[in-house]
């Protein structure tokens, strides 16, 4: 369902008129006022605005269904931005509902467990299990970080070492904001640093050893074998003003559409992908793979041109337009990919070249169930022999392609990836053993001081992912780690499809030769 908005200030309006479809609705759920406070917080706060509630209010009783019945409603709040109150005190505005909204017949005891991608959260952390993290443990992961975050009674507050490249860091900050808007009061006490480069740099080799020192605790989106590094969600999920991608949950609903506008057998029996290839070896390698006059590997690979495509709007790189081959490659850059997610919300089936990297949710990943592993040094071959497979087993290729956008729709929705970005906070927050301090040099950070200065597409995407409401659910619950035995058997079984695969090509290509 579209949540809808009303901006109490012209800019806004403007906004959402030339934006957004939004269809004000006052007999469902939502309730939405100039101020925007539940009922409960009305006694404890001073609101303007304060009558119109309460005229509003007195509506509900009237509500009913197409059957008569009444409907149960509970009043939601809404809170907007406050950028009056930014401009007239230069401080971030304190009105806003300070401690979370949880509503009883819905309690924490009640809550979902949360898909099993969580469960990295403990292993992330586990270098830190037995003996916590100490002030000085998070100031050695200054070395590369882009910033300081600390979250002290709810408030967060910024200080920055070095400017990320683009607006990464801007993003994740803004995605954070939400976080706390989402879930007022909820996030503890913390202290984070966060490096929005690239490449993980905690190695393990530097950290194991009998005399060695407990490892930095450092936050960033990828990570590897050999490091540490604690992943955490990137930045494109509250959009990604320089390639013009929307916020994650716009994505998520063009995409299904997207999946709807030609059934996987009507699609192009080829493996699709588009990109920069000069980012990497690797994807210049796989440029080899493209269509030409003496050979077909069943590839169709393009040069994405951001320059043209910039001028020409992003039509050409539209994601959900893109859902239009039955086979669709992922491929590394120069680390992780952003694009994964884009490339296996289709309901085609997703190539995955031997990956390096990870991201938060991608150790989930189960070969053969969700997506085709290709080789990394004979991407031709395997390429070849994938697609020729899927179009011999249409049903099951069709399975795989329809398990990863369900993985994507229902595992990796913004509401997901909101919970996992709390629980490895909360988690992460029980480890430090001293008391979070707001550093000389870091200002308070809130949606209005982002927000309410910015402008064109960056203001754009903040204001379509602005958490306007603090949930009235708690977070899913958290599930235990993995015990030693069955993570061992996780990854065994993924070796062992990975294997099969393997020898499945090996045999295909031993027949070809005969
Ligand atoms: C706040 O100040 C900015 C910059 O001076 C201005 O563009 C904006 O319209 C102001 N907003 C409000 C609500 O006063
Ligand atoms: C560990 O420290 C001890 C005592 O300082 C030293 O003798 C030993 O060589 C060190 N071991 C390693 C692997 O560095
Ligand atoms: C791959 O081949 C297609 C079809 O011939 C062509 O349109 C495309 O530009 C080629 N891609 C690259 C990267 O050369
Ligand atoms: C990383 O470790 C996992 C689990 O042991 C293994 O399956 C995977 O192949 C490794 N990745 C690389 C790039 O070595
Ligand atoms: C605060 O910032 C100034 C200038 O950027 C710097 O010289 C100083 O060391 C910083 N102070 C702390 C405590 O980090």
């Known amino acids: ?68 019945m009444p409907i149960k409603t509970s009043a939601k709040i809404q809170v907007q ?149 604690v992943v955490f969600p990137d930045w494109s999920f509250w959009g990604w003003a320089e390639t013009n991608i929307r916020p994650w949950e716009h994505m998520l609903s063009e995409l299904k559409e997207g999946n709807h506008r030609i059934t996987w057998l009507n699609r192009e029996p080829y493996a699709y992908w588009k990109g920069n290839p000069d980012v990497a070896e690797t994807r210049l390698d796989l440029m080899k793979c493209n269509v030409s006059e003496t050979q077909d590997w069943n590839a169709r690979v393009y040069r994405q041109d951001w320059v043209r495509e910039s001028q020409e709007g992003y039509k050409l790189s539209s994601l959900g337009s893109q859902c239009n081959d039955r086979y669709k490659i992922y491929i590394e850059g120069s680390a992780w990919s952003v694009s994964q997610k884009y490339i296996l919300a289709c309901d085609s089936v997703t190539l995955i070249v031997k990956p390096h990297y990870y991201d938060f949710f991608s150790r989930s990943l189960m070969p053969i169930q969700q997506y085709w592993p290709i080789k990394e040094d004979d991407k031709c071959r395997s390429i070849k022999h994938a697609v020729e497979w899927g179009n011999s087993h249409k049903q099951k290729a069709q399975e795989i392609g329809k398990a990863a956008s369900e993985f994507i729709q229902n595992d990796l929705k913004m509401d997901n990836v909101y919970d996992y970005m709390f629980h490895l906070l909360n988690q992460y927050s029980k480890l430090l053993t001293f008391k979070p301090t707001v550093p000389k040099n870091a200002t308070e950070l809130c949606s209005e001081t ?35 035995p069955s993570l061992h058997a996780f990854l065994r079984r993924k070796q062992s499809l990975l294997k099969q695969v393997e020898l499945r090509e090996k045999k295909y290509w031993e027949g070809r030769h005969q």
């Open 81 to 229: 931005l406050d950028c009056t109150t930014l401009n007239l005190t230069g401080t971030c505005p304190r009105n806003h509902p300070s401690s979370f909204y949880d509503d009883q017949s819905r309690s924490s005891s009640t809550s979902p467990t949360c898909p099993d991608l969580f469960r990295w959260i403990h292993e992330d952390l586990r270098p830190w299990a037995h003996t916590g993290i100490s002030r000085d443990m998070v100031e050695r992961a200054k070395t590369t970080a882009n910033f300081r975050l600390v979250i002290l009674n709810g408030k967060a507050y910024l200080e920055t070492f070095v400017k990320a490249f683009q607006t990464r860091d801007v993003f994740t900050l803004w995605g954070i904001l939400q976080l706390l808007r989402k879930y007022p009061g909820k996030v503890p006490d913390l202290e984070m640093m966060f490096d929005c480069v690239d490449w993980p740099v905690v190695r393990s080799a530097d950290y194991s050893g009998p005399n060695a020192t407990a490892p930095p605790p450092l936050f960033r989106y990828c990570g590897d074998n050999n490091t540490l590094d």
């Open 1 to 68: 369902m579209g949540q809808c908005n009303i901006f109490t200030e012209k800019l806004w309006r403007q906004f959402i008129t030339a934006h957004a479809k939004c269809i004000v609705l006052f007999s469902t759920l939502f309730i939405l006022v100039g101020a925007f406070y539940s009922t409960r917080l009305l006694q404890s706060n001073v609101i303007s605005g304060g009558s119109a509630l309460l005229s509003m209010l007195s509506t509900k009783a009237a509500l009913t269904d197409s059957a008569g």
């Open 450 to 484: 982002m927000a309410c200065s910015a402008d064109g597409i960056e203001k754009k995407l903040m204001l379509e992912s602005l958490v306007t409401s603090p949930s009235d659910t708690s977070p899913c619950t958290m599930p235990p780690p993995y015990d030693p």
